[in-house]
Every structure is written in C-alpha cells, then in structure tokens.
C-alpha cells in the first residue's frame, strides 16, 4: 500500500470537515508530540548559541558548533533499527513506536540536565557532549515520531497531522527559544550585569523537565496499527528488508523523479537553516536583551506560528501540497531579507516585531506543506526509514554550509550573510516547479 499527494481532481472536503479534522484524536495527539520533537532542537542550536555569545564564545566557534545538528542529517542510519528492532522488555509493553519514543525523550531529558550543569565559560567540552546526547535522542526521536504519525492516520489525514505536528513543534520551539530567555532573565541576581550561568542552568533544568509532557503522550497513547511484516529468516534477509528494500522501493515507485524528487528535499529549507544558526549571535551582537528578544517570540512568534502552520495545513488540502511548497520557498527567501534590512535599523523593538512574525508566519507555512509532501512519498511498509532518509537529506547540506556561517558574518558582516542566505532560495524555487510538472504529467 503507497500513499500519494493529494490529488487536486478528487472531491474536495467541505470547510466545515476541514476544520473538524483538527478536533480528532490523532490530530491532537501529534499537536503534544510535535511539542516534544520540536523542543530539543533550539536548545542545541538556536538557543545554545545565544548561551554561548553571551558566555564570550566567539562566532566562528558557534558556527562549528551547529554541525552538533547533523546527528538529525545521518538519522538515517540507525532508521531501519527504529523501524524494525524491538527494544527487550520496554516493546513487549508499549509497542514497537511507543518504545522508540519514550527511550529517546529519556535520553534528551539526561542530555538536558548534563548540559545545565556544566558552564561554557569554564568548559566548552562537555557542553558539547551533552548537546550531542540530546541532539541523537532528539533525531531518533525524530524517526519513531513520523512513523508514528504516518501510520496515525490515512493519506487524506495526513495534511491536517503534519499541520497540527508543525504547531506542536512550533510552539515548542517557541518554548525552547522565548521560553528559555525569559525563564533566564528571571533567575539571574539582579544587579549583576555580567554573564550568569546560573540562569542558564535553572532554563535548561526547566527544559528538560519540559520533556515529560511527551513522556506522558506516549505513555497514554494507543500503538498504530501496522501492516503485517514476515519476519526475516537470517540476518542477510533481514538487512536487505531493512535496509535495502526502502531505498529500493522508492526508486522503483519514482524512477526518473527520483533524483528530481531527492534535489528538491535537499534544498528546499536551506535558506531558513543556514541563516537560523546566527540569528541569535545576531540579535546579542545588535543589543537586544533576552528580555526583548522573548517577549517578541513569545506574543508575535506564537500568533504568526499558529496561523502560518494552520493556514498551511489547510491550503495543502484546499489546493494541493505543491502550490503551497512554492509559496512556502517563496516566503522562507524574502524574509531573509527582512533580516538583512533589520540590520540597518539599530536597536529597533518593532522593527524586530516586524521580522520575527513575517519569520514566522512563512516557516509555519513552508514546514506544514513540506512534512505533508514527505509524508506523501512514503511507503507504509518503510514509513520510518523512508521518512528518516527524506528529513535526513532535507538537513544534510543545510546543516553542513551553516557550520560555516560564523565565518561569513566575521569576514562580510550580518547584511551581506542575510542577503546570500535568501539568494539561496532561488534554486528552490526551479526545483518546485520541475517537480510540479513531473507530478502533473
């Protein structure tokens, strides 16, 4: 059985389905998910590196240290072990997803706690390992979460679950961004203007007891049903259903358009990633306090997400995911922009008002169309493999170019990056399009 995209020559649900669709229990169950998926990846990377600026680390260094995200770039290879392999004990009672689940949120709540407690400023190292603890949960997370989801639901559902994962996610990137600053402002010794890292421990604590909001969907969710698998008989046999079959599979299904298909998810979040790495050193370099910086996230950032994850959601099923991908790379390059043209206006509040919500509003809309075209592409029978390929491929050069990210601003400055970041958006935007042709045909 293959799921496909929405078909814009099939029956079109009323509004009122529509909007229904979002009351159901998987629907709601993915929105608490996509809260403990999303959670992790600011506190490695977008947050962590406001930590960092603030504790003196310089921006070169920050921009190495993003490649800690690649672990969500190579999740593909330990894939088919979270697709087929039971974990002793904890699968026999929760099932095989649910097991999955909750041991890597186990594990990202301990590389939380092991981050809080070592200081940067002192030692950069172990820091660094404790990101990569929560990074690997957070992307093995990553794998059992979308096979769950993918197997949550039928294909015309899996719009409105990648739309309500998208806000769960948002929200908790919010959290993990916003969320993090405000609760460190609040626990720094007033009077102090220096660096504290005692603020920063008491966020991170708060973070990682954050996590258990996911334990306790999972703990309280029923297991998906999955399609009947014959066992293998040797491991031979096993490594090749396991390993070889996915990619096997989606070459047979797409031929041709495949490698069109595998370009455009290379490339199609590259300009929001490569910029997001600085974003941060850039709002502590531009003076903004953590104070402002949450509550501008907090109020604009949280609107503008829910209303670009559910606007999303809701054209792809209106309209066809492919119309809503081009919009989404449309809007995900211009509002680099935006950035570039921040950087000219000084300590501006509503100017950073105005970016953090065009920001916003585009990524919710690009990421709720874009996890609906993945979802599209899988096989039900490889779902986590295939879907872990698929997201891996989508961060694998992002990821990698971002590394390099603190170096650019050091030689060419903020506005140049901002603006060389959008410009990467144009090949996206060809890619779409060849992609829509190949689909209609």
């Known amino acids: 059985m293959t799921s496909s995209a929405p078909d814009a020559r099939q029956i079109k649900p009323t509004w009122l389905a529509t909007f229904k669709v979002y009351l159901e229990p998987p629907t709601v169950r993915m929105l608490l998910l996509g809260f403990s998926a999303g959670l992790p990846l600011l506190l490695v990377l977008g947050t962590l590196s406001f930590w960092l600026r603030e504790a003196g680390i310089d921006r070169t260094t920050i921009g190495y240290l993003s490649w800690v995200g690649l672990a969500y770039a190579f999740k593909w290879v330990w894939a088919p072990l979270v697709d087929r392999m039971p974990i002793p004990l ?3 009672w929760l099932g095989r997803r649910r097991s999955w689940l909750l041991l890597a949120q ?35 997370q990553d794998i059992a979460l979308d096979a769950f989801r993918i197997e949550s639901a039928n294909t015309d559902r899996q719009a409105a679950l990648a739309a309500a994962y998208q806000t769960g996610y948002r929200l908790a990137m919010i959290w993990a961004g916003a969320g ?25 604590l708060a973070m990682a007891a954050s996590m258990s909001l996911g334990m ?23 490594l090749r259903s396991a390993l070889i079959e996915p990619f096997a599979d989606f070459l047979r299904r797409y031929g041709k358009q495949a490698l069109l298909i595998l370009a455009l998810i290379a490339v199609y979040r590259i300009s929001d990633v490569v910029m997001g790495i600085m974003a941060n050193p850039f709002y502590v370099d531009m003076g903004y306090t953590k104070d402002e910086v949450a509550a501008v996230t907090k109020i604009y950032g949280v609107i503008m997400t829910l209303v670009g994850a559910f606007v999303g959601g809701v054209l792809a099923m209106r309209l066809g995911v492919m119309r809503v991908l081009m919009l989404g790379a449309i809007l995900s390059a211009a509002t680099n922009l935006l950035f570039a043209w921040l950087g000219s206006q000084g300590h501006d509040v509503t100017a950073l008002i105005f970016v953090i919500s065009a920001d916003n509003l585009a990524s919710g809309i690009a990421s709720a169309a874009f996890i609906a075209y993945l979802s599209s592409l899988t096989n039900l029978n490889y779902s986590a493999t295939q879907y872990a390929i698929f997201s891996s491929m989508m961060l694998l050069a992002p990821k990698f170019l971002a590394g390099y990210s603190g170096r650019y601003v050091d030689a060419f400055g903020y506005q140049h990056f901002f603006t060389a970041t959008a410009m990467l958006g144009a090949p996206v935007l060809l890619l779409v399009w060849l992609a829509s042709r190949a689909k209609s045909q």
């Open 106 to 140: 186990l594990a990202i709540m301990v590389g939380l706690v092991a981050m809080s407690f070592n200081d940067p400023q002192v030692a950069l190292q172990p820091v660094v390992w404790g990101a990569l603890a929560v990074a690997f949960g957070s992307a093995t």
């Open 216 to 238: 306790l969907t999972v703990l309280l969710s029923p297991e998906p049903l999955r399609l009947p698998m014959a066992k293998a008989k040797n491991a031979s046999e096993w």
């Open 90 to 92: 904890l699968t026999r």
């Open 180 to 204: 993090v600053l405000w609760l460190a402002a609040r626990a720094e010794v007033v009077g102090v203007t220096s660096y504290q890292h005692g603020a920063w421990q008491a966020a991170y």
